[in-house]
Protein backbone atom coordinates (compact mmCIF):
# COMPACT_ATOMS: atom_id res chain seq x y z
CA UNK A 1 0.00 0.00 0.00
CA UNK A 2 1.04 3.36 -0.32
CA UNK A 3 2.22 4.82 2.67
CA UNK A 4 4.95 8.15 3.88
CA UNK A 5 6.91 7.41 7.05
CA UNK A 6 8.40 10.44 8.31
CA UNK A 7 11.72 10.73 10.89
CA UNK A 8 11.63 11.14 14.52
CA UNK A 9 10.91 14.40 16.71
CA UNK A 10 13.35 16.90 17.15
CA UNK A 11 14.08 19.36 19.64
CA UNK A 12 16.10 22.51 18.58
CA UNK A 13 17.11 25.51 19.70
CA UNK A 14 16.06 28.91 18.54
CA UNK A 15 18.39 29.99 15.45
CA UNK A 16 19.04 26.55 14.48
CA UNK A 17 17.91 24.24 11.31
CA UNK A 18 15.78 20.88 11.37
CA UNK A 19 15.59 18.56 8.74
CA UNK A 20 12.87 15.95 8.31
CA UNK A 21 12.74 13.23 5.98
CA UNK A 22 9.86 11.75 4.50
CA UNK A 23 9.81 7.97 2.75
CA UNK A 24 7.75 6.85 0.02
CA UNK A 25 6.95 3.44 -0.77
CA UNK A 26 4.03 1.71 -2.68
CA UNK A 27 4.20 4.02 -5.59
CA UNK A 28 6.97 5.54 -8.15
CA UNK A 29 8.36 8.09 -6.44
CA UNK A 30 8.79 10.38 -9.16
CA UNK A 31 5.34 10.15 -10.35
CA UNK A 32 3.32 12.77 -8.07
CA UNK A 33 4.78 15.61 -6.24
CA UNK A 34 5.07 15.88 -2.44
CA UNK A 35 4.29 18.51 -0.17
CA UNK A 36 5.14 19.84 3.30
CA UNK A 37 2.23 21.11 5.30
CA UNK A 38 2.32 22.24 9.06
CA UNK A 39 0.38 22.45 12.13
CA UNK A 40 1.17 24.25 15.16
CA UNK A 41 0.01 23.02 18.20
CA UNK A 42 -4.07 23.37 18.87
CA UNK A 43 -3.82 25.37 15.37
CA UNK A 44 -5.32 24.69 11.44
CA UNK A 45 -2.68 23.52 8.46
CA UNK A 46 -0.75 25.71 6.86
CA UNK A 47 1.23 24.65 3.36
CA UNK A 48 4.73 25.21 2.94
CA UNK A 49 5.74 24.19 -0.41
CA UNK A 50 6.00 21.49 -2.85
CA UNK A 51 8.39 19.87 -4.88
CA UNK A 52 8.69 17.92 -7.93
CA UNK A 53 10.43 14.47 -7.22
CA UNK A 54 11.32 14.14 -11.48
CA UNK A 55 13.15 17.30 -11.86
CA UNK A 56 13.46 18.93 -8.30
CA UNK A 57 11.97 21.86 -9.23
CA UNK A 58 10.18 23.52 -5.84
CA UNK A 59 7.81 25.80 -4.94
CA UNK A 60 7.64 28.03 -1.91
CA UNK A 61 5.06 29.74 0.36
CA UNK A 62 6.04 33.29 0.70
CA UNK A 63 5.92 33.00 4.43
CA UNK A 64 8.64 30.62 4.42
CA UNK A 65 10.82 31.42 1.01
CA UNK A 66 14.63 31.99 2.09
CA UNK A 67 13.89 29.79 5.24
CA UNK A 68 12.59 26.28 3.45
CA UNK A 69 14.22 23.81 1.32
CA UNK A 70 12.65 21.02 -0.09
CA UNK A 71 15.05 18.10 -2.02
CA UNK A 72 14.97 14.71 -2.57
CA UNK A 73 17.06 11.52 -3.13
CA UNK A 74 14.87 9.29 -5.40
CA UNK A 75 17.67 6.63 -5.33
CA UNK A 76 15.92 6.00 -1.99
CA UNK A 77 12.47 7.61 -2.71
CA UNK A 78 12.59 9.89 0.40
CA UNK A 79 12.15 13.53 0.28
CA UNK A 80 13.78 16.21 2.59
CA UNK A 81 11.91 19.69 4.32
CA UNK A 82 14.86 21.71 5.64
CA UNK A 83 13.87 25.07 7.95
CA UNK A 84 16.12 27.54 8.99
CA UNK A 85 16.53 30.30 11.48
CA UNK A 86 14.08 28.45 13.85
CA UNK A 87 12.25 30.39 15.94
CA UNK A 88 9.57 29.10 18.70
CA UNK A 89 7.12 29.75 16.17
CA UNK A 90 8.08 26.92 14.15
CA UNK A 91 7.31 24.89 16.71
CA UNK A 92 4.75 22.37 14.92
CA UNK A 93 3.91 19.16 13.72
CA UNK A 94 5.17 18.98 10.10
CA UNK A 95 3.72 16.69 7.42
CA UNK A 96 3.97 15.52 4.15
CA UNK A 97 1.71 14.71 1.66
CA UNK A 98 1.44 13.28 -1.41
CA UNK A 99 -0.04 14.98 -4.20
CA UNK A 100 -2.44 12.29 -6.35
CA UNK A 101 -4.54 12.71 -8.95
CA UNK A 102 -4.44 15.49 -11.68
CA UNK A 103 -6.05 18.91 -11.62
CA UNK A 104 -7.79 19.05 -9.17
CA UNK A 105 -5.60 16.87 -6.75
CA UNK A 106 -5.93 16.10 -3.37
CA UNK A 107 -3.44 14.79 -0.75
CA UNK A 108 -3.45 11.35 -0.10
CA UNK A 109 -1.82 9.91 1.94
CA UNK A 110 0.19 12.04 4.28
CA UNK A 111 3.04 11.16 6.65
CA UNK A 112 2.56 10.65 10.04
CA UNK A 113 3.97 13.71 11.16
CA UNK A 114 7.04 14.84 12.62
CA UNK A 115 6.96 17.18 15.75
CA UNK A 116 9.78 19.77 15.41
CA UNK A 117 9.81 21.52 19.12
CA UNK A 118 11.59 24.73 19.39
CA UNK A 119 12.90 25.74 22.55
CA UNK A 120 16.13 27.45 24.28
CA UNK B 1 -3.66 34.16 -1.82
CA UNK B 2 -7.11 33.29 -1.77
CA UNK B 3 -8.79 32.97 1.68
CA UNK B 4 -10.85 30.37 2.41
CA UNK B 5 -13.71 30.70 5.00
CA UNK B 6 -15.08 27.59 7.20
CA UNK B 7 -17.87 27.62 9.15
CA UNK B 8 -18.80 26.74 12.23
CA UNK B 9 -15.42 26.60 14.01
CA UNK B 10 -17.21 24.55 15.98
CA UNK B 11 -20.34 22.29 16.26
CA UNK B 12 -22.01 20.38 19.03
CA UNK B 13 -24.08 17.28 17.53
CA UNK B 14 -25.43 13.72 18.22
CA UNK B 15 -25.43 10.79 16.91
CA UNK B 16 -27.91 10.06 14.03
CA UNK B 17 -27.63 13.80 13.34
CA UNK B 18 -27.45 15.42 10.00
CA UNK B 19 -24.81 18.38 9.87
CA UNK B 20 -23.71 20.54 7.22
CA UNK B 21 -19.92 22.98 7.55
CA UNK B 22 -19.29 25.32 4.99
CA UNK B 23 -16.17 26.87 3.15
CA UNK B 24 -16.48 30.01 1.30
CA UNK B 25 -13.70 31.33 -1.14
CA UNK B 26 -12.33 34.41 -1.72
CA UNK B 27 -12.47 33.98 -5.19
CA UNK B 28 -13.85 31.62 -7.77
CA UNK B 29 -11.69 27.44 -7.65
CA UNK B 30 -13.93 26.02 -9.45
CA UNK B 31 -14.34 22.54 -8.58
CA UNK B 32 -10.77 22.79 -6.46
CA UNK B 33 -12.14 22.32 -3.20
CA UNK B 34 -11.12 19.33 -0.60
CA UNK B 35 -12.31 18.02 2.41
CA UNK B 36 -10.83 16.54 5.10
CA UNK B 37 -11.33 14.55 8.55
CA UNK B 38 -8.60 15.05 11.62
CA UNK B 39 -8.88 12.59 14.36
CA UNK B 40 -6.24 14.05 17.35
CA UNK B 41 -2.90 12.78 17.51
CA UNK B 42 -3.31 11.95 13.45
CA UNK B 43 -3.04 12.93 10.35
CA UNK B 44 -5.79 14.55 8.45
CA UNK B 45 -7.55 12.14 5.90
CA UNK B 46 -8.91 12.95 2.65
CA UNK B 47 -12.50 12.75 2.03
CA UNK B 48 -13.80 14.14 -0.57
CA UNK B 49 -11.64 15.64 -3.45
CA UNK B 50 -13.12 17.97 -6.64
CA UNK B 51 -15.79 19.11 -4.84
CA UNK B 52 -18.16 16.69 -4.68
CA UNK B 53 -16.29 13.31 -5.28
CA UNK B 54 -16.22 10.53 -2.67
CA UNK B 55 -12.86 9.15 -1.97
CA UNK B 56 -12.42 5.53 -2.32
CA UNK B 57 -13.56 3.83 1.40
CA UNK B 58 -15.09 6.87 2.61
CA UNK B 59 -18.34 6.02 3.61
CA UNK B 60 -21.36 7.00 1.69
CA UNK B 61 -22.79 9.50 5.07
CA UNK B 62 -20.64 11.88 3.35
CA UNK B 63 -21.20 13.76 0.51
CA UNK B 64 -19.55 16.83 -1.19
CA UNK B 65 -21.99 20.01 -3.00
CA UNK B 66 -20.72 23.22 -4.70
CA UNK B 67 -18.33 25.08 -6.78
CA UNK B 68 -17.16 28.58 -7.14
CA UNK B 69 -16.43 30.17 -4.26
CA UNK B 70 -19.02 28.61 -2.28
CA UNK B 71 -18.88 24.89 -0.95
CA UNK B 72 -20.72 22.72 1.85
CA UNK B 73 -19.65 18.98 3.03
CA UNK B 74 -22.55 17.56 4.15
CA UNK B 75 -22.65 13.80 6.83
CA UNK B 76 -25.71 12.83 7.00
CA UNK B 77 -26.73 10.58 10.42
CA UNK B 78 -23.76 10.97 12.30
CA UNK B 79 -21.76 8.14 13.80
CA UNK B 80 -19.47 8.24 17.11
CA UNK B 81 -16.40 7.66 14.85
CA UNK B 82 -17.18 10.85 12.92
CA UNK B 83 -16.53 13.23 15.97
CA UNK B 84 -13.29 14.97 14.99
CA UNK B 85 -11.84 18.18 13.12
CA UNK B 86 -12.95 18.84 9.37
CA UNK B 87 -10.44 21.19 6.88
CA UNK B 88 -11.64 22.33 4.00
CA UNK B 89 -8.58 23.03 1.36
CA UNK B 90 -7.88 24.94 -2.00
CA UNK B 91 -5.96 23.48 -4.51
CA UNK B 92 -6.57 26.32 -7.29
CA UNK B 93 -3.54 28.04 -6.72
CA UNK B 94 -0.78 28.16 -4.81
CA UNK B 95 -0.15 28.87 -1.53
CA UNK B 96 -2.79 26.10 -1.13
CA UNK B 97 -4.73 27.08 1.94
CA UNK B 98 -6.74 25.69 4.42
CA UNK B 99 -10.21 26.44 6.31
CA UNK B 100 -9.70 27.33 9.75
CA UNK B 101 -11.39 23.72 10.84
CA UNK B 102 -14.49 22.68 12.02
CA UNK B 103 -14.54 21.02 15.34
CA UNK B 104 -17.69 18.75 15.42
CA UNK B 105 -18.06 17.53 19.58
CA UNK B 106 -20.94 15.02 20.90
CA UNK B 107 -23.52 17.18 22.42
Known amino acids: ?26 YTFSDQYMHWVRQAPGQGLEWLGWINPSSGGTNYAQNFQGRVSLTRDTS ?7 LNRLTSDDTAVYYCAR ?18 TVSS | DIQVTQSPSSLSASVG ?16 LNWYEQKPGKAPKVLIYAASILQSGVPSRFS ?7 FTLTISSLQPEDFATYYCQQSYN ?5 GQG ?6
Open chain 2, 17 to 32: DRVTITCRASQSISNY
Open chain 2, 94 to 98: TPYTF
Open chain 2, 102 to 107: TKLEIK
Open chain 1, 1 to 26: QVQLVQSGAEVKKPGAAVKVSCKASG
Open chain 2, 64 to 70: GSGSGAD
Open chain 1, 99 to 116: AYGEFPFRFDPWGQGTLV
Open chain 1, 76 to 82: ISTAYME
